[in-house]
C-alpha cells in the first residue's frame, strides 16, 4: 500500500506541473485527473474487476457538489438509451440495429461502481443507465485536489458498437469505454452526456493502468508499456532474453501521460510488428495473421510513418513516442496513441482508414474539442487532413483533381435531401445518422477547404499550426478557432462561423446578366443563395489573355492577397452583403470576352455550379 501512494504522488506532481504550462499559456482554466487502476480480467467469464483510484483537481472557480461518472458499457442492455434510440430512428447505424434488444445475460455489457470514497469519506450515488450521479458529503472547493478510491465490476459486451469481445474478425477483446470514466466540467458545465451514439469528451490527465490476464493474451493500447522486458510479445528492448514468469497470468502495466482516454486491446493470436520512424516514434501494429490480413498489414507500417510525417510537418509535431494501430473494433475509431481498425479489407480501405484514424490524433486525441458539441471540428477536419494524405501519399492524383471532391458531392447531396441540420447541432440529437454524417464530415471538411478560399491556402495553412501551437491539449471550441484564423489573415470571419456553423442556409452566386455595348460588356453577378461570400472572378478573353476581379465582402475589413494559381488581379472591389447584385464593365478594345467564371478553383461550395459560367455566343 504504501509503495502505491509514493508512486502515485509522482504522478500527481509530473501533473501539477503540466497545470501551470496550461496557465501560463491560456486564461481558460481545464479540471485536471490522475488516474490509477488495478484490472482483473477473467477471460473464461468475460468479466473484469477494477480498483480505481483518481486525484481530481477542481482548476475552476465553481465549488463542486456533485461528481458524474460514465459507465458506458451500461449501454449494451435492452431498453437502454442506446437500445430504444436505434431502434427508433429512422435511419439506423447497421452494425447496431436492434442488436443489442436480443443480447442475452451472458452477452450484455454491464459495469457497476460497487465503492466510492471520496477522500476516504462514503458518497451517495446512483447509477442512471450509462451515468453514475454522485452527490458529494462535503463540497470539491475552487483550486483543490480530490483523491476518489473506488471499486468496480464489469462485464464485456458482444462487440455491437465500437468496444466488446469477438468482434466480426475474431478479435477476442476491443477495450474502450470501459472503466468508470469522470466527466468533464468546463466553462459550459457538466458534459454528462449519456451513451447513445456518439462521441466523447474527456479530462487530460495521466493514466497509470495495470492489466492482469490470462498470460496468452498480447495487448496493445493507449500508454508506454512499463514492463516491456517482462511481458516481451515482442514489446522487450533489443537483445533482452525475456524469462517467463511462473503462474497463470500476466500483469501489464501501462502509463499513458497527458491523455483524457484509455483503451486497450488484447487477443492470444495477435502478431505484433514494431517499426520506429525517423522522428523515432515507435510504431505498434498488432493484428491476426490469416489469408486476410497476411499480405497487407505487412506493408501497412510504410504508411503509418509516411502519414505520421505528413501530418506532423502540416498540422503540428505529434507529441507522443509511440502509436498503435490494432486490429479490433467495428471500422475505425480513434483513441489517445492508438487506434482500433478492422483489418479485413484491401490494401487502399486498410491505408485509408489508418490515415483517418491516425489523423484523428491531431483534432480528437490533441486539440480535442467537445466532440459532442462539436463533432465536425474533429471529424471534418480529420476527413480533411486525411482525404489531402491520401491524395498525396497514397493515390497521388494528377494536379487537376480536387482530392476533396467527394466532401464537396456529400454536403451538395445533404442540401438537396432536405435532412440538413446546423453543424452546430449536439452530435446525439440530429434528427437522422445521416444527417449527422454528412454534416460533421463532409461540411465539416468543407469549413476548412473554404477557409483557403476566402484568406488564402498558404494563410490557412499556416493558421492551422498557430491553431496548434495555442489550442493544443485545451479543448478548443469553434470562437478559438475562427479567432486563430482572423488573427493570422486579419480578415473578420465571424460571418463565416454563423452561416456555416449555425444555420443552413446555402452558397450561389450567379452571372445573371450579360449586356454588349459599343466596346463595353456590362456583367451583373447575383447572389441567389442565402449564404454571402467574397468572390473570385475570371475573365478569359479570345485572345487568350486572363484577367481576375475580386470581390471580398464589406464586412471582412479585408480580403485574401493574390493567389499564385489565378490571373493578375485587374479590380477588387468590395461587395456589402445586403445588395444581391454587383455590376461590373469589361473594356473589349482590345479583344472580345470568351467566357467568364466565378470561383474557377471551385472550392467555393456553390450548389448551383451551371450558373457560374458564361461564354460568347459562337
Ligand atoms: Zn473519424
Redesign the pocket.
Known sequence: MKKITVLFLAVMSIHFLFDQEIFAQSQRWQQSVSYQMDIEMDVKTNQYTGKQTIAYSNNSPDTLNQLFFHLYYNAFQPNSMMDVRSRSISDPDRRVGDRISKLSPEEIGFIHVESLLINGQEVEMEEVGTILEVQLPEPILPHSTVLLESEFIAQVPLQIRRAGRDNAEGVRYSMSQWYPKLANYDEQGWHANPYIGREFYGIWGDFDVKITIDKSYILGGTGYLQNNNEIGYGYEDEGVEVKNPSGATHTWHFYAPKVHDFMWAADPNYTHEKLITEDGITLHHLYVKNKETKNTWPKLKEYTAKTMAYLSERYGAYPYKQYSVIQGGDG???YPMATLITGHRPMGSLVGVMM??LA?SWF?GVLASNESLYPWM??GF??YASTLSMSANYLKPTANENPLKGAYVGYERLVKSGLEEPLSTHADHFHTNTAYGSAS?SKGALFLAQLGYIIGEETRNKAMLRYWEAWKFKHPNVNDFIRIMEKESGIELDWYKEYWVNSTKTIDYVISEVTEKDNALTVMLERKGLMPMPIDLIVTYENGEKESYYFPLAIMRGGKAAESDLPERVKTSRWPWTNETIEISIDQSTSKVASIQIDPSERMADIDKSNNLWTSAK
Do not use: L, P
Request: charged letters at 35%.
Open positions: 475505425g475509431m480513434e483517418h484514424e484523428h480528437q474533429d471529424e480529420t476527413t464530415y
